[in-house]
């Protein structure tokens, strides 16, 4: 009924460019924060990138200066523009967003997608 979908993930030179983009439907009736994660082969599931509602955004020290996040809220979308990408981007980028939905207003409810891969390599 509700879910995200990641999109626009694939193979990138180091150096290079790449926008992300994950789409929220179904019946939802607000998404508060949105974020972005990444996961390599054996490592965590990190935090890159949030934004609020509001617009406020957060980015780890990792990507500051190169990714930027950024909502379209009348599309219910998270976009992540990644500049200056190097091989240690290399991952499963995950999109996330707390949304209150229409059968069940009086809480938030935690979405994640399935994943798009990033690979950074020359």
């Known amino acids: 009924q509700v879910q995200l979908v990641e999109s626009g993930g694939g193979l990138v030179q180091p150096g290079g460019s790449l926008r992300l983009s994950c789409a929220a439907s179904?019946?939802?009736?607000?998404?508060?924060?949105m974020r972005w994660y990444r996961q390599a082969p054996g490592k965590q599931r990190d935090l890159v990138a949030t934004?609020?509602?509001?617009?406020?955004?957060n980015y780890a020290d990792s990507v500051k200066g190169r990714f930027t996040i950024s909502r379209d809220n009348t599309k219910n979308t998270v976009y992540l523009q990644m500049n200056s990408l190097k091989p240690e981007d290399t991952a499963v980028y995950y999109c996330n967003a707390d949304t209150v939905v229409t059968f069940n207003p009086y809480r938030y409810l935690e979405l994640w997608g399935q994943g798009t891969l990033l690979t950074v390599s020359s």
């Open positions: 179904g019946s939802i009736s607000r998404i508060n924060t």
């Open positions: 934004i609020t509602s509001g617009g406020s955004t």
